[in-house]
T-cell receptor
Framework: QKEVEQNSGPLSVPEGAIASLNCTYS??????FFWYRQYSGKSPELIMS????GDKEDGRFTAQLNKASQYVSLLIRDSQPSDSATYLC??????????????FGTGTRLKVLA | DVKVTQSSRYLVKRTGEKVFLECVQD?????MFWYRQDPGLGLRLIYF???????EKGDIPEGYSVSREKKERFSLILESASTNQTSMYLC???????????FGDGTRLSIL
C-alpha cells in the first residue's frame, strides 16, 4: 500500500472554477504536509506548508488538513490556465525515517480549460 | 529565498562513463537529497545527507554514490552509467525538521 496517495488525473476544470486536489496518507502521526506545483519539464515548486488541522489560505490557494481522517487537500480558487500543472503532495512521516525523508505522492495532473 | 543550483540542465553521456552531478545550496541547510523522477513513477529518493560527510541510502541507491565534503555541496556520482539511468535528476535541500524541501531546476540526463 502506497504511503501517500493521489489521484493521477487529469482533473479538468473550467477557467474561474475551484479546483480541488486531494491526498491521503497512511502514517498516523505524520506532522508536516506540503503541496508542490510542477510544470511539465520543470522541478517542483513549493506552494503551501500546513502543520495543524484546519485551513490555511495563501492568495488563491487553500490547504486543508484533517489528521483524524488522514487527508490533506489543496483548493485553487478562480483557476487559471497557468495553474495547469502536476500537483505533488508530500508528507513527513513519524519516526526516525521521517526526521530526514519525506514521502511524495505521484501527483495529480490539473488541466484548466480556457 | 532558498537557492539550490544544479550544475547542468541537460547532459548527454555514454554507457560506462563515470558521471558527476553537482548541487549547491546557499542557505546553510544541513539536509540535502538526490531524487530521480520518471514518468509514472514519481519522485524516488536515491541518497540523502544530513551533515557533512554523512550520507544514507534512499530507496534506489544501486548504481549511484554520493559525496558531501562541504555543507553547501552534494554530488551524485553514477559509477558506470547505464541506459536505465536516463532520467530527470533533482537535488533538494531542507533546513530544520518539518521544514519544506526546496528543489533545484533539475538535470535531464541521457545515457546513450
Amino acid at each position: 500500500q502506497k504511503e501517500v496517495e493521489q489521484n493521477s488525473g487529469p482533473l479538468s476544470v473550467p477557467e474561474g472554477a475551484i479546483a480541488s486536489l486531494n491526498c491521503t496518507y497512511s502514517d498516523r502521526g505524520s506532522q508536516s504536509f506540503f503541496w508542490y506545483r510542477q510544470y511539465s519539464g520543470k522541478s517542483p515548486e513549493l506552494i503551501m506548508s500546513i502543520y495543524s488541522n484546519g485551513d490555511k489560505e495563501d492568495g488563491r490557494f487553500t490547504a486543508q488538513l484533517n489528521k483524524a481522517s488522514q487527508y490533506v487537500s489543496l483548493l485553487i480558487r478562480d483557476s487559471q490556465p497557468s495553474d495547469s500543472a502536476t500537483y505533488l503532495c508530500a508528507v513527513n512521516p513519524p519516526g526516525t525515517s521521517g526526521t530526514y525523508k519525506y514521502i511524495f505522492g505521484t501527483g495529480t495532473r490539473l488541466k484548466v480549460l480556457a | 529565498d532558498v537557492k539550490v543550483t544544479q550544475s547542468s540542465r541537460y547532459l548527454v553521456k555514454r554507457t560506462g562513463e563515470k558521471v558527476f552531478l553537482e548541487c549547491v545550496q546557499d542557505m546553510d541547510h544541513e539536509n540535502m537529497f538526490w531524487y530521480r523522477q520518471d514518468p509514472g513513477l514519481g519522485l524516488r529518493l536515491i541518497y540523502f545527507s544530513y551533515d557533512v560527510k554523512m550520507k544514507e541510502k534512499g530507496d534506489i541507491p544501486e548504481g549511484y554514490s554520493v559525496s558531501r565534503e562541504k555543507k553547501e555541496r552534494f554530488s551524485l556520482i553514477l559509477e558506470s552509467a547505464s541506459t536505465n539511468q536516463t532520467s530527470m535528476y533533482l537535488c533538494a535541500s531542507r533546513g530544520g525538521i518539518n521544514q519544506p524541501q526546496h528543489f533545484g531546476d533539475g538535470t535531464r540526463l541521457s545515457i546513450l
